[in-house]
């Protein structure tokens, strides 16, 4: 049984919050990104962020904010995690003061392990699939076995996981985490409780 973390990112609605916790997911995403169809309004984010049970990780996910956004998404909204999905510099991650993961699109070509080096401030990498144009939730994978073993930060690992596949993902990899967001869900930003399920025992039975 694999005790591999799971994060489910992309939550818009209390009952789908209520039904990952339930669960056993042990983070959860909300995406202050205002072009995607997964962005929350601060009251709304504040509202999902204070149905968590305790022990289970807030994450606010951003993409090239100003700080000033971030700053006040922070006073309101009581977050234990950062995610910079953007073209992020380590001195714009670190400001916050807040622990963070960086997200990184993962493509052919990309030094993935110095690009680990120059974020060593963060808690994690978020390896996520490259789509042009599309910063991340796109459902798309990418080519796991560009992953360079030896990585310094715990893998986050994303892009296109789907209760069918996170079991194989699990298995090769060997993340520290999984996340997911379209997988899981029946519109973008409607949760699937039983997608959730099946997710979650695919991780628990994978083979590691
Ligand atoms: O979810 C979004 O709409 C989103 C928009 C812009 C940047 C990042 C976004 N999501 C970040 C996540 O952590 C997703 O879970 C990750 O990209 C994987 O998404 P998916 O391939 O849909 O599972």
């Known amino acids: 049984m694999s005790t ?10 209390i009952e789908d ?6 669960l ?7 995406v202050f990104y205002p072009p995607s169809p997964r962005h929350l309004a601060i009251p709304q984010a504040a509202k999902l962020v204070s149905a968590l049970p305790p022990f289970m990780t807030s994450v606010g996910l951003f993409v090239d904010a100003e700080p000033a956004v971030v700053r006040s998404v922070l ?3 009581p977050l234990d995690l950062l995610q910079f999905h953007g073209d992020e510099s380590p001195d714009y991650c670190q400001q916050f003061d807040r622990p963070y993961l960086k997200a990184v699109r ?5 030094d993935l392990l ?7 401030d963060a808690r994690g990498l978020l390896l996520d699939a490259y ?11 990418f080519d796991w076995q560009l992953i360079p073993k030896g990585l310094p930060l715990p893998v986050v690992l994303s892009g296109g996981l789907t209760p ?8 090769q990899v060997k993340p520290w985490a999984v996340d997911v967001s379209s997988g899981v869900e029946s519109a973008k930003g409607i949760k699937d409780a039983a997608r959730i399920a099946a997710f979650i025992n695919g991780v628990r039975n994978a083979n590691v």
Do not use: M, S, W
């Open 4 to 13: 591999c973390k799971i994060k489910i990112c992309g939550l818009t609605r």
């Open 17 to 22: 919050v209520q039904a990952a916790a339930q």
């Open 24 to 30: 056993g997911a042990d983070a959860l995403g909300f």
């Open 75 to 77: 006073q309101t909204v």
């Open 106 to 110: 993962v493509r052919p070509g990309l």
């Open 114 to 120: 110095a690009y680990a080096k120059a974020h060593r």
């Open 131 to 141: 789509v042009e144009g599309q910063p991340g939730g796109t459902g798309h994978q």
């Open 164 to 171: 069918d596949n996170v079991a194989d993902a699990v298995t």
